[in-house]
């Protein structure tokens, strides 16, 4: 199988991270799945991901002291693979697994994900409990000294033919529930270790491969970031998406730098290859974090962050609890047209960058259509201005096809108008942290 047909397009869905940290539930997963089949689906919507700790007893229950329970009890099968904790997931009882609610999420037109840690248990290490596939136990493959520094279940696996094997039986296992789409941690930067961040890159081979082996198209997302720029090659080998950035969450100094990391990263977005941005904290986040809140963001800078993630052409993760959108946030995450832009067909490029403004440009390659995105990086109302010629020398558009001096159109495709213009230069008036889009139509 081809890694790059498992995601054409950006994948776009819902975590349950954002919301629920460690502590969702079946029934919650279960009411995001129906409101996005009901209301999001039809416009590209699609995966539903389970974040992490589905596997941990008690998730969450000392979150004022430990955000994971150190060395807490894991539901676990007989060849050290985790399993989903019963009471938090009914359906997974008596050795179902995921399979119960995949196929009901399936059964909705969505896709199923999953959270991983890399590696193999701890307490599986601990037990010398049996690999599947191979006469050796976990101990034997463990790496007691690859460890994750913020999170206290795994252990590496040591890149031996056994190791493969453990991670063969994973996908097996995943398969066979019907997962589409697997989020593996501590595996992009293991940063743990400065001096050696990409320490699981063995790791991320050897998942590449049962994925290859197990015959179920399941896209590969690698976290957190930020991604390694001089590894670029190797996250777009063996991966679908990789996170470009830490946590990402609502505070505008993250928005603004995430400029400079798209910039970075914008030669290396190609179709079934995405660098991720990570998640949208849209909506109200936070309840599983103690702090149940709406997005600190402005609406200005919510239109800015949907924007650049969809000129960019990152992956779109929803991080909100779905039921409570309210319908302006609906009405951001359906706009079509901006959507549209989420495709291996448009190649957007960055054309300015400083502390006061961004400007990027697209292009259609498929309809030859040309996208023009300004943005107010500042902390007043400001003009910001491109020139014409400076988007169409971007593609190499020849003179005809580029000239600056036509009348063109800006249809603005966030709020539906045309502005006509005549001129070698576009500017629009911008709020504070705003943006405007345009497709430009030439007369």
Not at 304 to 328: H, K, N, R, V, Y
Not at 386 to 400: A, D, R
Not at 404 to 411: A, D, I, K
Not at 422 to 436: D, K, N, P, R
């Amino acid at each position: 199988m081809n890694k790059n047909t498992f995601a054409k397009h950006p994948p776009m869905g819902w975590n349950s991270y954002d919301y629920y940290d460690t502590t969702v539930n079946e029934a919650q997963v279960r009411a995001n799945a129906e409101y996005m089949a009901e209301h999001l689906k039809e416009y590209g919507w699609e995966y539903v991901v389970i974040d992490i700790e589905w596997y941990a007893h008690k998730a969450g229950s000392q979150r004022d002291r430990f955000q994971y329970i150190p060395f807490s009890q894991l539901e676990m099968d007989e060849y050290s693979r985790l399993l989903p904790e019963p009471e938090r997931f009914p359906s997974s009882a008596d050795g179902k697994g995921f399979g119960p609610l995949a196929e009901y999420i399936h059964s909705l037109g969505l896709k199923f994900g999953i959270h991983i840690m890399r590696g193999i248990p701890r307490i599986a290490a601990h037990l010398h409990t049996p690999v599947k596939g191979t006469s050796v136990t976990a101990d034997q493959i463990a790496n007691p000294s690859s460890i994750c520094g913020w999170n206290p279940d795994m252990y590496g696996v040591r890149n031996t033919p056994e190791g493969q094997a453990y991670y063969d039986s994973l996908l097996e296992l995943y398969a066979s529930w019907g997962v589409d789409f697997i989020k593996c941690d501590d595996i992009c930067n293991t940063n743990l270790y400065p001096n050696d961040p990409f320490s699981g890159r063995h790791e991320i081979e050897m998942l590449a491969k049962a994925i290859q082996r197990c015959g179920r198209f399941i896209v590969l997302s690698l976290s957190p970031g930020p991604a390694l720029i001089e590894h670029a090659w190797h996250y777009e080998k063996y991966a679908n998406m990789w996170r470009i950035t830490d946590d990402f969450w609502d505070h505008w100094d993250l928005l603004k730098d995430m400029f400079h990391r798209c910039e970075l990263w914008q030669n290396h977005v190609s179709e079934g290859c995405w660098p991720d941005c990570d998640m949208l904290p849209l909506g109200t986040l936070g309840k599983g974090f103690g702090e149940e809140r709406a997005t600190r963001f402005t609406p200005e800078e919510q239109k800015t962050m949907m924007t650049l993630w969809c000129i960019f052409g990152s992956p779109m993760m929803l991080g909100a609890e779905l039921t409570l959108l309210d319908q302006e946030t609906l009405a951001l995450l359906t706009n079509r047209e901006v959507l549209h832009l989420l495709n291996s067909d448009c190649h957007a490029r960055q054309v300015r960058l400083d502390d006061d403004c961004a400007v990027w440009t697209a292009r259609d390659t498929k309809t030859g259509d040309v996208y023009a995105a300004l943005f107010n990086l500042s902390d007043e109302t400001a003009t910001v201005s491109v020139q014409l010629e400076e988007l169409t020398e971007t593609f190499g558009l020849s003179e005809n096809d580029g000239d600056s001096t036509v009348s063109v159109t800006l249809y603005d495709l966030w709020s539906g108008c045309d502005t006509n213009t005549t001129g070698t230069t576009l500017q629009s008036e911008l709020a504070a942290h705003s943006c405007v889009i345009w497709k430009i139509l030439r007369h």
